[in-house]
């Protein structure tokens, strides 16, 4: 491109369409970028990023066109809310097809795929879960699109990424566009307000430590790739070869069809880190076909440099107190329970109650009351015989 100096090369990256991974995963990949970045600026020229999102799957309505989705996409069941007011409509216009109406399922034409409203909901992005098992962190791909309660782990992990995405955009390259500013869904992944509002975007210095420290552990190499646990064993042998056919192609592999069960997968482990390692920094990924994944290594990091621990559920200061009002409540109320069942059923216990009641002036009032009679007192009772006493 000699001659051409007013020149820009215009690149969009997405991790809406790759695989479901874990996290980690999602993190390594967006650290990387920086590395393509500035091999491209050093090929090319100036690059801007212009387009990226904080999405991680395929999922928000008409992503790849009206009613439309591209072939096996999206990877795994999406989560859905109430579709939108059209913003077009007022006193003196309607857009056709809205509002949408709550009582049909999903209206054609369709495309190659299906994407739209389904009973008045439209689909957006997935939940993140916390994770049960750091070691392979695959209950993202196996738990429903809308985590359980208390199991949400979407807000830490896209503030994360989005650290994690403005470090790699920001430092190399020559300015980035988060697509899009806004969505009439509320789709914080694809938009930029409704991510700010969230607290996923900072605010204010996009240069501050948070985001300068983001890929910290990442371009350390602090990962390894280790094969996936529930894998189809052919499908890890062929991985190990690749492997090792990428290292050195003239070396006997033979032996790796003898491996089975533990053994196979520890040297899927060693055979699929040792070629992310090496190959990292020029683009590789730890995917082999979906059979690996990145795990962090067991390094110890202070509390405060963990840039996972960015975003943190504000510490509830009257936990204690709430715990010890139910716990009242609960006792006060479960006492109330057992003195009206011991009124009703114990005819020697309402007697007892009633002639300590009769001794004051407000135990006589209440118990000649017709209201009190007809709840505490069972119908085959005597109360003049006991009042007489």
Request: hydrophobic share 35%; charged share 25%; aromatic share 12%.
């Amino acid at each position: 491109m000699e001659g051409c100096p007013d020149r820009a090369l215009d690149t969009h990256i997405y991790q809406a369409w790759l695989d479901p991974a874990n996290h980690e995963t999602f993190f390594a990949n967006a650290c990387q970028q920086k590395k393509n970045i500035a091999a491209m600026e050093a090929a090319f020229g100036p690059i801007i990023v212009g387009e990226w999102s904080l999405a991680t799957d395929n999922c928000a309505m008409w992503l790849n066109g009206f009613n439309d989705n591209l072939p096996g996409f999206p990877r795994l069941p999406c989560k859905y809310v109430p579709c939108a007011e059209s913003y077009m409509n007022d006193d003196n216009y309607t857009q056709p097809g809205t509002p949408v109406d709550p009582s049909k399922p999903i209206q054609g034409p369709y495309g190659t795929g299906m994407s739209g409203p389904v009973w008045g909901l439209c689909p957006v992005g997935r939940d993140w879960v916390k994770e049960t098992d750091p070691k392979f962190g695959l209950d993202y791909v196996h738990t429903p699109a809308e985590a359980p309660p208390r199991h949400d782990d979407t807000d830490a992990v896209m503030s994360a990424l989005a650290l994690k995405k403005i470090n790699a955009f920001s430092g190399i390259g020559h300015g980035f566009y988060f697509w899009n500013f806004r969505t009439d869904i509320d789709e914080p992944h694809w938009s930029y307000m409704a991510a700010l509002e969230k607290g996923w975007i900072p605010e204010g210095n996009l240069n501050s430590d948070l985001v300068n420290t983001a890929c910290r552990k990442e371009d350390a190499g602090d990962y390894e790739c280790i094969c996936k646990r529930d894998q189809l064993e052919a499908n890890v042998q062929n991985g190990v070869k690749a492997a090792l056919n990428a290292e050195d192609s003239t070396q006997d592999m033979t032996y790796v069809d003898d491996l089975h069960g533990d053994d196979l997968f520890d040297e899927a482990d060693k055979q699929f880190n040792a070629f992310w390692q090496k190959n990292r920094a020029i683009g590789a990924t730890c995917d082999f076909g979906g059979i690996a994944t990145l795990a962090e290594v067991n390094v110890t990091y202070a509390e405060d440099d963990d840039i996972y621990s960015y975003y943190e559920v504000p510490e509830d200061k009257y936990a204690t107190l709430k715990l010890c009002l139910v716990l009242v409540g609960g006792l006060l109320i479960g006492g109330l329970v057992g003195f009206f069942v011991a009124m009703r059923v114990n005819k020697n216990f309402n007697k007892s109650v009633v002639r300590r009641m009769k001794s004051t002036r407000l135990g006589r009032s209440m118990i000649n009351n017709k209201t009190f009679r007809s709840s505490f007192v069972p119908q085959d009772m005597n109360y003049e015989e006991i009042l007489g006493n």
